[in-house]
Nanobody, 120 residues
Framework: VQLQASGGGLVQPGGSLRLSCAASGSIISINDTAWYRQAPGKQRDFVARITAGGRTVFADSVKDRFTISRDNARNTVSLQMNSLKPEDTAAYFC???????????????WGQGTQVTVSS
């Protein structure tokens, strides 16, 4: 099982980006999926989460600017980021609880980071 994060890039303040987190491999089920971010020299912080049933939670710093959605058929979760600010600059990581068809156990999986840079 692997998580692949993509969609990062350089954007001007006020701009938008859409990140994707795609799960692949021998998957039976995916539980909550979350995005975290980590700026250089800082701890990894929670950004947003979506449950298997579609309930969402956001960090106060991104509420009303970011949305999170999931496509269960494609095992993909997207993070739409609008009105981006320089302080949103960070490496963004996705995290998901996945039931592996080979081990038949739930595991905690992380994707590699995708860099988001907000700068003029």
């Amino acid at each position: 099982v692997q998580l692949q994060a993509s969609g990062g890039g350089l954007v001007q303040p006020g701009g938008s980006l859409r990140l994707s987190c795609a799960a692949s491999g021998s998957i039976i089920s995916i539980n909550d999926t979350a995005w975290y971010r980590q700026a250089p020299g800082k701890q990894r912080d929670f950004v947003a989460r979506i449950t298997a049933g579609g309930r969402t939670v956001f960090a106060d710093s991104v509420k009303d600017r970011f949305t999170i959605s999931r496509d269960n058929a494609r095992n993909t979760v997207s993070l739409q980021m609008n009105s981006l600010k320089p302080e949103d600059t960070a490496a963004y990581f996705c995290n998901a609880g996945i039931l592996d068809d080979i081990s038949r156990r739930w595991g905690d999986y992380w994707g590699q980071g995708t860099q988001v840079t907000v700068s003029s």
